[in-house]
């Protein structure tokens, strides 16, 4: 029993000092991903894999968001361009009630780690007009980057 007080101590000193290992310089250079900010942000919508944030328009104006995407990975010595396209399976929105800037395509400006696709929908029909979706999703056909497999769409409803 004497000895276990001893025992013990030395115990506790040895984990102390090995966890005190401050060797973490590790650096993410391996794959550069592309993800939605408010992908990563927001709970998922119900039944989906994504999240879909409600944009407020009315009979009386519209609405205008802007949607952020991540850059996981380096930053880039140039300007890097990343295609965001509206995926069909999800979306149930007429293209005629919204309008994408730049035809979908985001520049991360070089040395930064982020960019801005802006998102605009029209007025509201009516008050009781149905409720479209649009759905987007990161472009995966590029040899740069690859989409975040959990963060690569991003969904926006609205009254159309």
């Known amino acids: 029993m004497k ?26 250079d391996s794959q550069t991903l592309i993800e939605f900010n408010d992908a990563v942000l927001t709970t998922n919508a119900v039944g989906r894999t994504y999240p879909i944030i409600s944009l407020p328009n009315s009979v009386t104006g519209g609405a205008t968001r802007v949607a952020q995407l991540n850059l996981v990975g380096a930053q880039r ?12 399976n999800g979306t149930t929105a007429s293209a005629s009630s919204y309008t994408i800037a730049n035809g979908g395509n985001v520049t991360i400006p070089k040395g930064d780690s982020f960019g ?35 963060y690569k769409r991003l969904g926006f409803s609205f009254r159309q």
């Open 77 to 88: 010595s140039a300007d890097m361009t990343v295609r965001v396209f509206v995926d069909p």
């Open 3 to 28: 000895k276990l007080k001893y025992v013990f101590p030395a115990l506790l000193l040895t984990l102390g000092i090995a966890a005190c290992d401050n060797s973490l310089d590790k650096v993410f």
């Open 116 to 150: 801005s696709l802006t998102i605009t929908v029209g007025r509201a029909t009516s008050t009781t007009a149905p409720v479209g979706n649009v759905v987007f999703v990161i472009d995966s056909t590029s040899t740069d980057f690859k989409p975040s497999q959990n």
